[in-house]
């Protein structure tokens, strides 16, 4: 990672501010504003003001323990302390190569006025798109160890408005499920609800509550406050130790707490503010991290291959299959997905899917060949990637990952993991540590969402927590409709394995599950599989379907074949949450665009005003053929010139969508 520039300065307040009643810090560009401030019974409390207007009314902050007095009023301010920081680090892989990251930060150094007399240290970050605040227990004599059952920070909307909210039923899950639009008066006050939470403010001002920096911590929700229309924090508690939340010892920082700022929801998919908030890499070499795309086996699993021959499943001639479809289409890599090393689930009444104990992620079965593979994969520029169940890899990474980077395996899909307590997300941390010393890749699955870790270890390519693709083998929830909000709600997060690519593809009201197809269906067009790989976010790009299905209905495999995975800019030219999606990538000097609409057939203006002036360019485009709507696998392809003033129309069919690939051609 290098350093283009970096300016810090702090500017001195002075200690003693005992006539000042609150405490002010401004974004770079002036628009955004914080206030915190000290009530009367000395609580601090903070709100929140974008272009001179209210955003986030007057919301409270406090931290409560077990076995110890609660962290919420009786403050008085030592110190409060300005600093601006100014530095351009440069992303390994994900929407935007060079990033800027410029804020202005408010520390404020808090004292109890009563005993016990502890300190904290609250920290305001001021962003052109947002607001995050964290905690930081210093270390000192009135706290040692402590065990922290709430977090109380809260964000007080002041009127009732829509937002986009998901629940996932507790703090136990895969993450996998629908954001619902509904307003926020709405939301169940028992419920428990994920992030992001998309809000829109007004027409033309949107919010997005998420966090940022999640390390030794539990994962943060939402639920409704006491007032209508404020949101207060929830934290997952650890198994076994409920209401306990955190285990650790001072001195300690909170992740932050992140409010997402924009004049459209587009303009959340064009933020860096959750990578900023994480740290540098810590990987000091990186040139073995590669992204890319890579077939799968599962979705298509147990079934007759017609150009095969033969039944597929956890086999060796199976992955052959499928390592020689990623040869012809020039993709790097190869999911070995479960079972390869054995039944890895043991069943009980009370969990369907607890460990088996007696395998050994070192060893495959008789029926495959690992070491073998990776030899064949080798020879056709190939390499294999290896699912794992989590606790089977908790148990033996100190002795499998070492062996896997001998063998030749690229990286490990780690899943089943369903939870985002300490002590899970701990064992993230551990995990990617250690695949990282192994030269290993990592893609998690039944994981949770993105909280900007991967500039952290950018060898973590990709995660589920999505309601994705797979969904598609067994149940119709996979609509238009949802596949359209992800782009404004779980994917703007970051890295999304939602493994597009499906091309067995028919109309909503057509759709079956697989024990009634002969093969997974997808909702929607086939231009609309494909814009999903420029939509949604994910450095390594996992296409869902069979080499069958691709060889026998070609059409768009050369975007399959040729789309990146991995950008040097992202721009959103226009954005509805409700109707539409346009996203266009940069990759050198080409732009890809795509775009999804809902249920709804609908035309989109996409202006081109993110091109260089006075070149001009060539654009191959391939959009959703007249008859799409009777028959969705069908698409059109035609080559135009276009000019930075070009607005170009984006005829999409119902669920349809829309690709574009624009290269310069000469300078005028």
């Given at each position: 990672?290098?350093?283009s520039r970096?300016?810090?300065?702090?500017?001195?307040?002075?200690?003693?501010?005992?006539?000042a009643?609150?405490?002010?810090?401004?974004s770079?560009?002036?628009?955004?504003?914080v206030?915190?401030?000290l009530?009367?019974?000395k609580?601090?409390?903070?709100w929140?003001?974008?272009?001179?207007?209210?955003?986030i009314?007057?919301?409270?902050?406090?931290?409560?323990?077990k076995?110890m007095?609660?962290?919420?009023?009786?403050?008085?301010v030592?110190?409060?302390?300005?600093?601006e920081?100014?530095?351009t680090?440069q992303?390994?892989?994900?929407k935007r190569?060079?990033?800027?990251?410029?804020?202005?930060?408010?520390?404020?150094?808090?004292?109890?006025?009563?005993?016990?007399?502890?300190h904290?240290?609250?920290?305001?970050r001021?962003?052109?798109?947002?607001?995050?605040?964290?905690y930081?227990?210093?270390?000192?004599?009135?706290?040692?160890?402590?065990?922290?059952?709430?977090?109380?920070?809260e964000f007080?909307?002041?009127?009732?408005?829509?937002v986009?909210a998901v629940?996932?039923?507790g703090?136990?899950?895969?993450?996998?499920?629908e954001f619902?639009?509904?307003?926020?008066?709405?939301?169940?006050s028992?419920?428990?609800?994920?992030?992001?939470?998309?809000?829109?403010?007004?027409?033309?001002?949107?919010?997005?509550?998420?966090e940022?920096?999640?390390?030794?911590?539990?994962?943060?929700?939402?639920?409704?406050?006491?007032?209508d229309?404020?949101?207060?924090?929830?934290m997952?508690?650890?198994?076994?130790?409920?209401?306990?939340?955190?285990?650790?010892?001072?001195?300690?920082?909170?992740?932050?707490?992140?409010?997402?700022?924009?004049e459209?929801a587009g303009?959340?998919?064009e933020?860096?503010l959750?990578?900023?908030?994480?740290?540098?890499?810590?990987?000091e070499?990186t040139d073995?991290?590669?992204p890319?795309?890579?077939?799968?086996d599962?979705?298509w699993?147990?079934?007759y291959?017609?150009?095969a021959?033969?039944?597929?499943?956890?086999?060796?001639?199976?992955?052959?299959?499928?390592?020689?479809?990623?040869?012809?289409?020039?993709?790097?890599?190869?999911?070995?997905?479960?079972?390869?090393?054995?039944?890895?689930?043991?069943?009980?009444?009370?969990?369907?899917?607890?460990?088996n104990?007696?395998?050994?992620?070192t060893?495959?079965?008789?029926?495959?060949?690992?070491?073998g593979?990776?030899?064949?994969?080798?020879?056709?520029?190939?390499?294999?990637?290896?699912?794992?169940?989590?606790?089977?890899?908790?148990?033996q990474?100190?002795?499998?990952?070492?062996?896997?980077?001998?063998?030749?395996?690229?990286?490990?899909?780690?899943?089943f993991?369903?939870?985002?307590?300490?002590?899970?997300?701990?064992?993230?941390?551990?995990?990617?540590k250690?695949?990282?010393?192994?030269h290993?890749?990592?893609?998690?699955?039944?994981?949770?969402?993105?909280?900007?870790?991967?500039?952290?270890?950018?060898?973590?390519?990709?995660?589920?927590?999505?309601?994705?693709?797979?969904?598609?083998?067994?149940?119709?929830?996979?609509?238009?409709?949802?596949?359209?909000t992800?782009?404004?709600?779980?994917?703007?997060?970051?890295?999304?394995?939602?493994?597009?690519?499906?091309f067995?593809?028919?109309?909503?009201?057509?759709?079956?599950?697989?024990?009634k197809?002969?093969?997974?269906?997808?909702?929607g067009?086939?231009?609309?599989?494909?814009a999903?790989?420029?939509?949604?976010e994910?450095?390594?790009?996992?296409?869902?379907?069979?080499?069958?299905n691709?060889?026998?209905?070609?059409?768009?495999?050369?975007?399959?074949?040729?789309?990146?995975?991995?950008?040097?800019?992202?721009k959103?030219?226009?954005?509805?949450?409700?109707?539409?999606?346009?996203?266009?990538?940069?990759?050198?000097?080409?732009?890809?665009?795509?775009?999804?609409?809902d249920?709804?057939a609908?035309?989109?203006?996409?202006?081109l005003?993110?091109?260089?002036?006075?070149?001009?360019?060539?654009?191959?485009?391939?959009?959703?053929a007249?008859?799409?709507?009777?028959?969705?696998?069908?698409?059109?392809?035609?080559?135009?010139?276009?000019?930075?003033?070009?607005?170009?129309?984006?005829?999409?069919?119902?669920a349809?969508?829309f690709?574009?690939?624009?290269?310069?051609?000469?300078?005028?």
């Amino acid at each position: 990672m290098k350093t283009s520039r970096c300016l810090l300065f702090v500017l001195f307040i002075s200690s003693i501010l005992s006539a000042a009643s609150s405490y002010k810090c401004v974004s770079p560009d002036g628009r955004v504003e914080v206030t915190a401030a000290l009530t009367q019974n000395k609580r601090l409390v903070f709100w929140v003001d974008f272009k001179d207007r209210p955003l986030i009314q007057q919301s409270n902050t406090g931290l409560v323990f077990k076995d110890m007095p609660e962290m919420i009023s009786n403050w008085q301010v030592l110190d409060a302390r300005k600093t601006e920081y100014t530095h351009t680090w440069q992303r390994l892989w994900g929407k935007r190569k060079n990033v800027m990251n410029h804020y202005r930060e408010l520390i404020l150094e808090l004292q109890e006025s009563e005993k016990p007399n502890r300190h904290l240290n609250m920290h305001f970050r001021v962003y052109n798109d947002g607001v995050a605040l964290r905690y930081h227990i210093p270390k000192q004599s009135a706290i040692d160890s402590f065990s922290l059952t709430g977090d109380l920070t809260e964000f007080d909307l002041g009127f009732d408005c829509d937002v986009w909210a998901v629940s996932y039923g507790g703090y136990a899950s895969h993450q996998e499920s629908e954001f619902y639009k509904q307003r926020i008066a709405d939301l169940d006050s028992e419920t428990v609800y994920g992030l992001p939470m998309l809000i829109q403010h007004s027409d033309s001002v949107w919010l997005s509550i998420a966090e940022a920096d999640l390390t030794d911590w539990a994962g943060m929700y939402l639920g409704r406050a006491g007032n209508d229309y404020s949101l207060r924090t929830l934290m997952a508690p650890l198994p076994g130790h409920d209401p306990v939340c955190v285990r650790s010892a001072a001195p300690r920082v909170s992740p932050w707490r992140v409010i997402m700022i924009g004049e459209s929801a587009g303009d959340f998919i064009e933020s860096d503010l959750i990578a900023n908030l994480n740290d540098p890499c810590a990987i000091e070499h990186t040139d073995w991290i590669k992204p890319g795309k890579c077939a799968w086996d599962w979705w298509w699993c147990n079934r007759y291959a017609p150009d095969a021959e033969f039944e597929l499943g956890s086999n060796t001639r199976t992955m052959q299959y499928f390592i020689d479809f990623s040869s012809e289409m020039s993709w790097p890599y190869q999911l070995v997905d479960w079972q390869w090393y054995g039944e890895p689930f043991q069943p009980t009444e009370d969990h369907p899917n607890a460990p088996n104990p007696d395998v050994n992620i070192t060893r495959s079965t008789d029926q495959i060949d690992i070491p073998g593979l990776v030899e064949y994969a080798r020879e056709k520029n190939v390499r294999l990637w290896l699912w794992l169940e989590w606790n089977h890899a908790d148990r033996q990474m100190q002795e499998a990952f070492p062996l896997y980077e001998k063998w030749g395996i690229a990286g490990v899909k780690v899943d089943f993991m369903a939870r985002d307590d300490q002590e899970m997300v701990n064992f993230y941390h551990r995990l990617v540590k250690k695949a990282a010393e192994h030269h290993l890749l990592v893609n998690f699955h039944g994981a949770y969402k993105p909280t900007g870790f991967s500039r952290t270890y950018p060898n973590l390519l990709t995660r589920e927590g999505v309601l994705g693709n797979e969904y598609n083998k067994w149940s119709d929830r996979i609509t238009p409709e949802h596949t359209l909000t992800l782009a404004y709600t779980r994917a703007m997060l970051g890295e999304m394995d939602f493994t597009p690519g499906g091309f067995v593809n028919v109309m909503p009201d057509s759709f079956v599950t697989e024990n009634k197809a002969p093969s997974p269906m997808v909702m929607g067009t086939r231009c609309r599989q494909l814009a999903m790989m420029i939509v949604y976010e994910s450095a390594l790009q996992v296409l869902c379907d069979s080499p069958y299905n691709y060889r026998n209905s070609p059409a768009g495999l050369d975007v399959l074949r040729n789309v990146p995975t991995t950008w040097d800019d992202t721009k959103v030219p226009v954005s509805n949450v409700d109707d539409y999606i346009v996203v266009a990538r940069r990759t050198g000097k080409d732009w890809y665009i795509g775009a999804l609409t809902d249920g709804q057939a609908r035309t989109v203006d996409i202006p081109l005003g993110f091109l260089q002036e006075d070149v001009s360019y060539s654009a191959q485009i391939w959009r959703d053929a007249p008859d799409a709507d009777r028959f969705p696998q069908k698409l059109t392809k035609r080559t135009i010139n276009v000019m930075k003033e070009t607005v170009i129309q984006a005829e999409m069919a119902p669920a349809g969508g829309f690709v574009m690939h624009i290269q310069p051609e000469q300078v005028k």
